[in-house]
Nanobody, 122 residues
């Protein structure tokens, strides 16, 4: 599976951005998709995940709760992250990740997108 992320950019504090990630390819079933981020000098951290198997259940980092919303299309190939009330500390490269199973081997593996930069100015 190949993931293509988009939607990053420069925004002022208090503004909004919507990130999108599309999964391309065949021969796999998507179990979970999510967003992670890595800010300057920081380790990569979880932002939000959505699990299709469990009826679209979501999980958010404390820093994202109340401001960010993750959603997935009906097909399950596209995931969005709506980010509102952005803060300078949200500045990071945002990465999309998918946890998938190979339909033939049933092997579980993860795939990462290339990242999209979000910069929030104060």
């Amino acid at each position: 599976v190949q993931l293509q992320a988009s939607g990053g950019g420069l925004v002022q504090a208090g503004g909004s951005l919507r990130l999108s990630c599309v999964a391309y390819g065949s021969g796999f079933d998507i179990k979970t998709m999510g967003w992670y981020r890595q800010g300057p000098g920081n380790e990569r951290e979880l932002v939000a995940t959505i699990t299709r198997v469990f009826g679209g259940s979501t999980n958010y980092a404390d820093s994202a709760k109340g401001r960010f919303t993750i959603s997935q299309d009906n097909v399950g190939r596209t995931v969005h992250l709506q980010m509102n009330d952005l803060k300078p500390e949200d500045t990071a490269v945002y990465y999309c990740k998918a946890l998938v199973t190979d339909t033939q081997s049933v092997r579980l593996y993860e795939s990462w997108g290339q990242g999209t930069l979000v910069t929030v100015s104060s």
